[in-house]
């Protein structure tokens, strides 16, 4: 048996699985931005998206979003935001430790 090829398969098997955990679905989403942006222009990127703010994520550059429309995502990544991802469980670092 290739150890290689094992370890290869299983990569694609987990990539495949946290991509279906993380896709950006639901109305509530976070917005990763670069963390040399600027407060405002996190809000910017989600109101040029039509989207409400939400909350703060965990880190600054973290930004809870929401919107009705299915386009939304993608808006968001038009708009200048890095990564758009499903904010449904409301765990990692999506919320700010209280």
């Not at 694609?12 to 405002?40: H, M, N, W």
């Not at 222009?41 to 998206?49: E, H, N, Q, V």
Request: proline fraction near 4%.
């Amino acid at each position: 048996m290739n150890l290689g090829l094992v370890c290869l398969n299983f990569g694609i098997c987990l990539t495949i699985v946290l991509g279906a955990l993380v896709a950006p679905r639901g109305k509530e989403l976070q917005v990763i931005t670069s963390p040399f942006v600027s407060e405002a222009d996190r809000l910017s990127i989600i109101s040029a998206a039509n989207g409400s703010y939400v909350s703060a994520g965990r880190y600054d550059w973290i930004t809870i979003a929401y919107s009705d429309d299915p386009g939304f995502p993608l808006r968001l990544l038009k708009a200048g935001a890095l990564l758009v991802l499903n904010n449904d469980a409301e765990v990692g670092c999506g919320r700010k430790l209280q």
